[in-house]
């Protein structure tokens, strides 16, 4: 079987590899355009951890350079793809939308089109739970209206999925987008919370509080996020649309301050607080209603938060030699 992974050294990416590789049945065409959004020293040690396994093979090319591409798709004919590479960020996309639009937009297209003329399987690509904006109606179902986007990057991952919807419609190409909620775990993001706010309380320096502490998040850990998405994988909608989506989130929506108090168990030591209003493009909750996903693949996540912000924190401190 022949797997195409793009985004392979970001977060999810290089767990998703990780988890295909250890099939031992694989052969995996992983792909980057390594971009300095953050420390691209974290992408190559991400990669480091892949490289010199049996069937890895990594290609650094920008899915918005559409005849690279589609260059690689003719060499190499996946069976399957896992589309994650995106500009991630909702407040990044404020300052740099066109950023955004490259990657996401013209990105999204090129992989579409790739896997129109190169026929795929199946095409799992990645979208956001930040799609449902401020919908006051929790849990977030799949059903709910998702067209009034609070941010650049929240839009661009609902053009994702109505895009797909019309390759599935037109092509009858199997597609499925998957609305991860704040995934978390070790090799983690640099910009997210628990990096953050980790790296932060060990230096013994504040942590900012957004929106005064009155916020809540579905986090979801990374091992969970790659069950769900391989899970996924190898069951491709049928239909006369072949198109689904499903929101892959742990269904408990926890409150800021007992984020913050796992972080410091997970640290041993109290964080410094600074208190903040809300940012520009931030939601004050995402919840997930992982229904249909259990429906559809015997399987939600179900990590505690505690435990994943321990193996996250030691994961940390391993990494940084903290």
């Not at 937009?105 to 690509?125: D, K, S, W, Y």
Request: with cysteine; net charge negative.
């Amino acid at each position: 079987m022949k797997v195409l992974v793009t985004g392979a050294a970001g977060f999810i990416g290089r767990a998703v590899c990780e988890k295909l590789l250890d099939r031992g049945d694989v052969q995996m065409i992983a792909v980057d355009n390594l971009n300095d959004y953050y420390a691209v020293a974290l992408k190559h040690a991400r990669l480091a951890t892949l490289q010199g396994r049996d069937g890895f093979h990594f290609h650094k090319l920008d899915i918005a350079d559409w005849a690279a591409l589609d260059a690689l798709f003719a060499a190499e004919r996946p069976d399957y793809v896992v589309h994650l590479a995106a500009q991630a960020g909702v407040r990044y996309s404020i300052a740099n939308p066109h950023v955004y639009a490259q990657s996401n937009l013209i990105g999204h297209t090129n992989m579409l089109e790739a896997c129109r003329r190169h026929p795929v399987q199946h095409l799992v690509f990645a979208s956001s739970s930040s799609v449902y904006g401020k919908n006051a109606k929790v849990p977030f179902s799949e059903d709910d209206r998702v067209d009034e986007p609070v941010s650049f990057y929240a839009a661009t991952k609902k053009a994702n999925e109505v895009m797909a919807h019309s390759y599935a419609h037109l092509y009858q190409l199997p597609v499925t987008g998957l609305r991860f909620f704040t995934v978390y775990g070790p090799w983690g993001r640099p910009d997210m919370a628990p990096w953050l706010f980790t790296e932060a309380i060990l230096n013994g320096e504040p942590i900012k509080v957004f929106n005064h502490g009155q916020m809540q998040r579905d986090f979801t850990y990374i091992d969970d996020i790659v069950e769900g998405v391989l899970r996924v994988m190898a069951h491709p909608a049928g239909g006369d649309v072949p198109f689904a989506v499903f929101n892959i989130g742990n269904h408990n929506p926890v409150p800021l301050m007992d984020f913050i108090e796992a972080t410091e168990a997970a640290c041993g030591r109290e964080a410094v607080k600074q208190y903040l209003p809300m940012q520009d493009g931030d939601v004050p909750v995402t919840y997930a209603d992982t229904a249909r996903l259990r429906a559809a693949v015997g399987f939600s996540p179900d990590t505690p938060l505690r435990d994943g912000m321990q193996a996250f924190v030691d994961w940390y401190r391993s990494y940084h030699q903290h």
